[in-house]
């Protein structure tokens, strides 16, 4: 069964530094990837995908993912941090040879200081 | 609409008490994902459908929860005899396959049993 782990439950970054939030995935197949990020009282929003191809995937906001398979590992990254970018950010998998079900980890709170 | 659309946003019940939460997806989404998000956690899955059948329904936690999508549309997830351990908000998704893999979430229907 695919899994999801982020070992970070909390991130605090200043503003203007470059962030990354960490995600490692375990699937038996071959993975996608996602990245959402949920405000306060929102639903969850995607922001990125890997699907196949290049290793580092952009997405909205100015966010980016890096897939590493030999780690096992998408890395979530943006060059420079705003104020706005706090909030809870989840890693997703699903077995693209399954065409299964989408795991969610348990989240990271990314604050941004000021 | 355009999105998810997910209805009551709001259910407040009674211990023991049936209830039932909908779920509009995207037009054209074949698959539709049920999950269940306790307060600063990750959503934890609970049933995922392709069409009108339920591909997966390993998540859900007992014989009282259950979910129909009877036209391979709009899904309703059912629970009987609430207990209040079953408050949390429900999310629901809907995705269109294959490459276009990610899932849209609606806002969520917040259950309290009381």
């Known amino acids: 069964a695919q899994s999801v782990a982020q070992p970070e439950d909390q991130v605090n970054v200043a503003e203007g530094n470059p962030l990354t939030v960490k995600c490692t995935y375990s699937v038996s197949g071959n993975p996608y990837l996602f990245w959402y990020v949920q405000y306060p009282n929102r639903g969850l929003q995607f922001l990125l995908k890997y699907i196949t191809g290049d290793n580092l995937v952009k997405g909205s906001y100015g966010f980016e993912a890096e897939f590493n398979k030999s780690q096992t590992s998408f890395h979530l990254k943006k060059p420079s941090a705003l104020v706005s970018d706090s909030a809870l950010y989840f890693c997703a998998v699903r077995d693209m040879n399954r065409d299964d079900k989408i795991i969610f980890g348990k989240g990271t709170r990314l604050h941004i200081l000021p | 609409g355009a999105g998810v659309s997910q209805t009551p946003s709001n259910k407040v019940t009674e211990k023991g008490k049936y209830v039932e939460l909908r779920c509009d997806p995207i037009s054209g989404h074949t698959a539709l994902y049920w999950y269940r998000q306790s307060l600063g956690q990750g959503p934890e899955f609970l049933i995922y459908?392709?069409?009108?059948?339920?591909?997966?329904d390993s998540g859900l936690p007992n014989d009282r929860f259950f979910a129909v999508r009877p036209e391979g549309s709009v899904s309703t997830l059912k629970i009987q005899r609430t207990e209040r351990g079953d408050s949390a908000v429900y999310l629901c998704?809907?995705?269109?396959?294959?490459?276009?893999?990610?899932?849209?979430f609606g806002q969520g229907t917040r259950l309290t049993v009381v």
């Open positions: 998704a809907s995705g269109s396959g294959g490459e276009n893999t990610e899932a849209f």
């Open positions: 459908f392709q069409g009108t059948g339920a591909a997966d």
